[in-house]
C-alpha cells in the first residue's frame, strides 16, 4: 500500500534524510498558493521560504514601466526564497503564483539554523539555486535571439514538465508578460500552433495536443534546460 509522504511532493524535503527532515517538520506550515499571488517584491526581506508541492511559481524581472520578464519557474522539484542561504535575506525580482496549488512554508529563521547544520538541505538547495541560475541565463540568451513561436513552444513544455500535466490554465495575457512581448503575439503564435494540431487553447487553457511536435518546434534552449537538469543528482531531476 502507498504511503503518502508526510511532506507531500516537493522533491528537496522528500531527499532529506530522516533525522532532518523530522527537525523540520513541526515548523512547516501548509499553504495555498492562489494564481498571482506575490511571494516576494524586488527588494522585499525575505521572511520564509517556501516548498512548492502543486502549482507552478514564476521568477520575474520587473521593469521600472511595469514590465515584466520571466526568469525562471519552480515546481514541486524545487523551492523559492533559499537564495537567502548564499546571498542575503533580499529578494532578487517578484515571486509570483502562475498557476494555483499548495506549499509548504518554512520561516526564515529556522531555514537559516537547519541550512547551516544540514550538509544534505545545502547541497540539495545549492543545486536548485544552481539550475534556477542557469535558467536565468539561458532565457536571456532566448529573449534575445529567439523567435516569439519558438520560446511559447519552449514554455509550454518546461511548464508541462513542472505541472506534470497536459493542462496549462493561464490567459495570454500572463503569457505575453512572462515573455515579454506584446498580448497580439502570443495570440498569433497560440493560434498558429493550434492550427498546426500542436496544442488547443480554450478559455484560458493551454491543452497540450503533440508533445513531440512542440520540442521539434521550440528553441534549443528547452533541449539545453533538460540536459542541465538530467545532469544534477537524481533526487532533483
Known amino acids: 500500500m502507498h504511503i503518502p509522504?508526510?511532506?507531500?511532493q516537493n522533491r528537496i524535503l522528500q531527499s532529506l534524510p530522516a533525522a532532518?527532515?523530522?527537525?523540520?517538520?513541526?515548523?512547516?506550515?501548509?499553504?495555498q498558493l492562489l494564481q498571482g499571488m506575490v511571494l516576494y517584491h524586488p527588494g522585499d526581506t525575505i521572511e520564509y521560504v517556501c516548498f512548492p508541492q502543486t502549482g507552478m511559481i514564476s521568477l520575474l524581472t520587473v521593469m521600472a514601466t511595469g514590465e515584466q520578464v520571466e526568469t525562471g519557474i519552480v515546481g514541486y522539484s524545487g523551492v523559492v526564497g533559499a537564495t537567502i542561504g548564499n546571498f542575503g535575506p533580499l529578494a532578487f525580482g517578484q515571486t509570483v503564483v502562475q498557476i494555483e496549488g499548495t506549499a509548504h512554508q518554512l520561516?526564515?529563521?529556522k531555514f537559516l539554523s537547519l541550512f547551516e547544520s544540514s550538509a544534505a538541505l545545502r547541497r540539495?538547495?545549492?543545486?536548485?539555486?544552481?539550475?534556477l541560475?542557469?535558467?536565468?541565463?539561458q532565457s536571456a540568451a532566448c529573449h534575445a535571439v529567439h523567435s516569439v513561436q519558438t520560446r511559447l513552444c519552449r514554455w509550454i513544455l518546461h511548464s508541462q514538465d513542472t505541472l506534470q500535466s497536459d493542462v496549462?490554465?493561464?490567459?495570454?495575457?500572463s503569457l505575453a508578460h512572462m515573455l515579454g512581448v506584446q498580448r497580439a503575439a502570443v495570440s498569433l503564435c497560440a493560434h498558429q500552433l493550434q492550427v498546426a494540431g500542436l496544442i488547443r487553447y480554450v478559455r484560458g487553457s493551454i491543452i497540450i495536443i503533440d508533445r513531440d511536435g512542440l520540442e521539434q518546434s521550440a528553441c534549443e534552449c528547452y533541449d539545453a534546460t533538460r540536459r542541465y537538469i538530467q545532469a544534477m543528482s537524481p533526487a532533483i531531476c
Open 124 to 131: 540539495l538547495v545549492n543545486e536548485f539555486d544552481g539550475y
Open 168 to 173: 496549462i490554465e493561464l490567459t495570454q495575457d
Open 5 to 8: 509522504s508526510p511532506v507531500g
Open 20 to 31: 532532518e527532515l523530522a527537525e523540520m517538520q513541526p515548523h512547516l506550515k501548509q499553504m
Open 107 to 109: 520561516p526564515r529563521a
Open 133 to 137: 541560475y542557469f535558467q536565468a541565463m
